[in-house]
């Protein structure tokens, strides 16, 4: 097996608070991430699921190296991400790419799309300047937009061609690992078919390393070959998209599967309550509040991500047995 | 006054039988030139749930922004009809509307956080309604308000009264507003996109909520969504909306396990469902409103599109328990 392209090691990223007052100092912490252990191999697939406030974009920012692990190492290839030099750092920069969630706020809008993805060429020196415009045209038949969307701005295209463009940006450059958040929210469902069609060519083809963010696990089955679930800063499952869909060992998975509105099955409010503050966590699995199956001990020891079946990995002290 | 709530003799005597709580006939709306809604018709029985699908600009939640007058003359133009318990909506002045709009029809909007005012408590906006339409005392209203957020599911509803929006949870806020809603008892409950903005395990519990919220009522609901699956786990009907018409409307069950339309057989091979293989995206894009095809208006985008087509409207036929507007039902 080849090194792995990213790994995380028990990676934490705690943020300070401060207390309210003068008189009452004490900070308090919240745990956005909380000993994350993740590798990627060349040409992987991963999706990160979870709901609102459970580390994902924390998690992308730190593997872009935009934040630095408060505890932890993650690794590029070889290389900590909190060491790299300036040559190795825009190398980095280079061989990563990533799609924002807000593709149009991602944007300058008064450039034009040519110039846009001119850009990251024009940066890195990939090619002569007389070669750029070729190359731009190339960029943008890619991702399937006529080249004569190039000499508009951003404000004049719809939903669908600007999430297009922001994916061609990131192919601009030529990377070997594209991250992305939440790339296909919010579109409508038949603009949404075809950006997941085009994302899914492209990582086939190209041989791309891929990591998508998404709460929605319908997307991250057709996009990705393996999932990991996270809550509350931590992944609690992971392993290759089949076995998450279809026997799922996690109780938070096995509710968000069932919340997934289904045309086949009746509405079912899986989970009661709210994903708690990660300000003060509870001591003992962090899921215990609302899990339908949670025992005593739950509350007492904190579960590990440790290995189950076929690659797969979980946090959880009574996994859901299979069927 | 309230004459314009009133029946009409003749809805009185529509009101013996099955009379519809809600009847849109030959609908239509103009904003200038560009027909938004054209020709719609639909009709909903008390205690029913309908769905109005469809992508944006489909007309989804023009329809129910004409339905509680807040898109009238002269911005733009209504033709045909609405009736809602037999009453004409698109011939009422304001102030009867604001006697409709929160008493007999209650709203939710997608996005909580803008829809609620910042500078008030939500014990004040639960209370507002119950002031407006009913006339409670405050010390009634406060409890009102209490046992409101009680069954929405707030935790500590007493604490909570004296909150403001900010200080709650997106998820709290949208029971807040199903809160406001559904104070006054209404007969008719309008819900745009009420949980597109909230995590699949919140979106469940609050659909849950608001159907039994609405069944202990007896009220009919009217839900503007997206997601089509969803609409088949909630709406007891289906109106697929595309570019300001109703292209199939039916029983749920029929018109998504079975769609006839070509559009709403599209849309459904755009739905990722868990495990999906391929996706099969409709080609094209919605048209423009000013240049909207004279005949069919999908038969740009349609796999069976023929000449007629282009040339003539497609007129909704009754076909296997529902109605469908195309010239080739299999």
Not at chain 1, 211 to 235: E, K, P, Q
Not at chain 1, 299 to 310: G, I, Q
Request: glycine share 8%.
């Amino acid at each position: 097996m080849q090194a792995p392209i990213f790994s995380l090691l028990d990676v934490e990223r705690t943020y300070e608070l401060r207390g309210r007052g003068w008189l009452n100092r004490t900070p308090r912490k919240l745990k956005a991430l909380d000993g994350v252990r993740l590798e990627l191999q060349r040409g992987d697939t991963l999706a990160l699921v979870g709901e609102s406030g459970s580390g994902k974009s924390t998690l992308i920012r730190l593997m872009l190296g935009l934040e630095p692990a408060s505890d932890g190492r993650v690794l590029y290839g070889q290389r900590d991400l909190a060491q790299l030099d300036a040559e190795e750092r825009k190398r980095f920069a280079r061989e990563v790419a990533f799609i924002y969630q807000n593709a149009r706020g991602s944007m300058n809008p008064r450039m034009r799309i040519a110039d846009i993805l001119a850009e990251p060429i024009r940066l890195h020196r990939l090619c002569e300047e007389s070669a750029i415009a070729d190359r731009v045209v190339a960029l943008i038949e890619r991702v399937g937009l006529p080249a004569g969307l190039l000499q508009r701005f951003p404000g004049e295209l719809s939903g669908g061609q600007i999430r297009r463009v922001a994916i061609a940006r990131a192919l601009a450059a030529e990377p070997r690992v594209i991250l992305a958040d939440e790339s296909v929210a919010g579109l409508d469902v038949s603009v949404q078919a075809q950006v997941l069609n085009l994302l899914r060519e492209l990582c086939r083809e190209s041989g791309i390393t891929l990591v998508f963010i998404t709460h929605d696990l319908g997307v991250a089955s057709y996009l990705c070959d393996r999932i990991a679930v996270l809550y509350l800063g931590r992944i609690v499952e992971q392993g290759p998209t089949e076995a998450i869909l279809n026997t799922p060992r996690h109780p938070y998975t096995r509710a968000l599967l069932q919340a997934f509105p289904r045309f086949d099955m009746p509405l079912k409010a899986s989970l009661s309550g709210e994903i708690p503050s990660p300000v003060d966590l509870p001591k003992g699995c962090r899921f215990a509040g609302r899990c339908p199956q949670a025992q005593s001990a739950c509350r007492e020891t904190d579960p590990v991500l440790t290995a189950h079946d076929a690659g797969r990995q979980v946090a959880c002290l009574f996994p859901v047995a299979s069927v | 006054m309230d004459a314009a709530v009133a029946l009409t003799p003749e809805a009185a005597d529509q009101a013996a039988g099955q009379a519809p709580l809600l009847e849109v006939r030959d609908f239509s709306l103009r904003r200038g030139k560009a027909v938004v809604l054209d020709g719609v018709s639909l009709a909903l029985q008390p205690g029913e749930t309908l769905g109005l699908i469809g992508e944006s600009g489909a007309g989804k939640s023009t329809l129910a922004m004409a339905l509680i007058g807040l898109l009238r003359a002269p911005e733009v133009q209504l033709e045909g009809s609405l009736r809602f318990r037999g009453t004409e909506l698109t011939s009422l002045k304001e102030a009867e509307f604001r006697r409709l709009r929160g008493n007999k029809i209650g709203l939710i909007f997608q996005d909580a956080t803008a829809a609620l005012n910042p500078c008030f408590t939500v014990g004040e906006q639960i209370a507002e309604p119950l002031k407006r339409h009913l006339g409670l005392s405050k010390w009634d209203r406060r409890e009102r308000a209490a046992a409101l957020m009680q069954s929405v599911g707030i935790p500590e509803p007493r604490l909570r009264l004296d909150a403001y929006p900010h200080e709650l949870s997106g998820g709290m806020q949208q029971r807040v507003m199903i809160a406001i809603a559904l104070a006054c008892n209404p007969e008719l409950l309008l819900a745009d996109e009420p949980t597109s903005a909230l995590d699949v395990t919140i979106q469940a519990q609050i659909m849950e909520l608001i159907l039994d919220r609405v069944r202990e009522l007896n009220s009919s609901a009217i839900f503007v969504l997206h997601d089509l699956a969803l609409g088949a786990q909630v709406c007891d009907r289906i109106a697929v909306m595309y570019a300001g018409q109703i292209v199939e409307e039916g029983p749920s069950e029929r018109v998504l396990a079975a769609p006839l339309h070509p559009y709403t057989r599209g849309l459904k091979s755009c739905v990722v469902e868990l495990g999906s293989r391929t996706l099969v995206p409709i080609p094209g894009q919605v048209p423009p409103l000013d240049a909207m095809p004279a005949g069919c208006r999908f038969a740009p985008r349609c796999p069976k599109a023929q000449a007629v087509c282009g040339e003539r409207r497609p007129l909704p036929e009754t076909r296997d328990g529902r109605q469908v507007a195309c010239w080739f039902i299999d």
